[in-house]
């Protein structure tokens, strides 16, 4: 019998809202908002309250997929961003950086899509960078 | 309460941790967490709720839970619908402090037996509805409305309410909300709210603090709970032994004379 709520942060938008995840025996079962919170201050939006329910989702990728000939195969995540790595490249030298665009997603934290931005614009070296919230 | 867990009288309590300098919900289960226990009045969890998902999993223990006046009422409401079972379930009762039984306009700021705190004094504030019941009907209805208004559907009243606890809620029953279709309209959604929790609400206000829309949802529930003591007598989470008058399957008692009789 285990039972504890874990403090973090809502994936769902750039609010950026306390909640608990609740922890039954090892199982997220619930959400709950964080009271004591500054930004969300004890309230969810239906969203958030139901910020646990994609953990267990079966349709989940566990593993990055790699297309090849029309059909995806699973890969080690060396060979899938290895791939990634040798064709941006062979992109940037063949039709220059600004041919590439890099778009971010409001599911990530603050601080991930500024090393997003940092990471388009010093490796990369292109301003082509948005977000999928102000597409 | 470091007794009743190494004496074995409970198998854990729920009550509040400090988690990373925030008070959050946590099950102890070793004598010795009880170290980080706190009873912190500012952030108030619905751990009645909680427990209830708790003893599912578990129905064979005894469970003891710190609980405040309005964690008791909800207690008997919990214990009085067979959300819980009878005698698994061990309250240890903290006292509010005049200031939260202020805050919180509580009519009774204490459980039956305290553990700690002092007792504070009941507060009999009905100032809220008085000032509504006050406006001719038209304005107190656009009131409501414009309230209502801002309603976001997150459904947090709901979900954060420690006497709301149907497997099916009427309010997302897929006979009658389409799935992916939009929830109840305005008013129907509060009504329906209100209607139900008429003989559960035991007035801990949770539900208003959970509203990020800042919809004054517990003037709703108290004005209900007001018609309801004095249609039928009936405090919910006063006594266990007394059935809620809404109930469908009741002995009959709180009928009101009406066709037919």
């Known amino acids: ?135 | 309460m470091k007794r009743m867990l190494e004496e074995k009288e409970v198998s854990a309590i729920l009550a509040l941790r400090r988690n990373n300098g925030h008070p959050t919900p946590f099950l102890f289960t070793k004598a010795e967490d009880l170290k980080d226990w706190v009873a912190d009045e500012a952030n108030r969890y619905p751990l009645t709720k909680i427990l209830i998902m708790i003893a599912k999993k578990d129905p064979n223990e005894t469970i003891g839970i710190v609980v405040r006046g309005c964690e008791e009422r909800s207690l008997v409401e919990l214990l009085k619908n067979f959300q819980l079972r009878q005698g698994k379930v061990k309250a240890i009762g903290i006292a509010c402090s005049q200031e939260l039984a202020n805050r919180c306009r509580c009519s009774l700021p204490f459980p039956s037996q305290v553990e700690e705190g002092q007792l504070a004094k009941p507060v009999e504030d009905f100032s809220d509805l008085e000032e509504i019941e006050k406006q001719p009907e038209d304005e107190r209805f656009q009131y409501w409305m414009k309230q209502f208004g801002k309603c976001i559907k997150c459904y947090g009243c709901r979900n954060i309410c420690p006497a709301c606890f149907c497997p099916t809620c009427t309010l997302e029953d897929s006979n009658l909300i389409k799935a992916g279709g939009m929830p109840p309209e305005i008013p129907i959604f509060h009504l329906h709210k209100a209607y139900h929790m008429a003989d559960r609400c035991i007035d801990c206000g949770l539900c208003e603090e959970a509203c990020p829309m800042g919809i004054p949802v517990r003037r709703l529930y108290r004005k209900v709970k007001k018609s309801v003591k004095d249609l039928f007598g009936y405090v919910p989470g006063e006594k266990e032994e007394e059935k809620g008058p809404l109930e469908f399957l009741g002995d009959g008692s709180y009928e009101l004379p009406g066709a037919g009789k």
């Open chain 1, 1 to 135: 019998m285990n039972y504890e709520t874990v403090l973090t942060t809502c994936t769902y938008c750039g609010c950026g809202c306390g909640l608990l995840l609740q922890v039954l025996d090892g199982e997220v079962v619930g959400t709950l908002p964080q009271k004591d919170h500054v930004i969300n201050q004890g309230g969810l939006c239906i969203k958030g309250w139901n910020a646990h329910e994609f953990i267990y989702q079966e349709g989940r990728l566990k593993r990055p997929l790699i297309n090849k000939e029309g059909s995806f195969r699973e890969a080690s995540w060396e060979e899938a961003l290895g791939e990634v790595a040798t064709r941006l490249k062979k992109i940037k030298e063949e039709s220059g950086p600004d041919s590439i665009a890099g778009l971010t997603s409001a599911r990530c934290t603050n601080e991930e899509n500024y090393v997003f931005q940092k990471w388009m614009r010093a490796v990369i070296g292109t301003n082509n960078v948005d977000h999928c919230a102000r597409l």
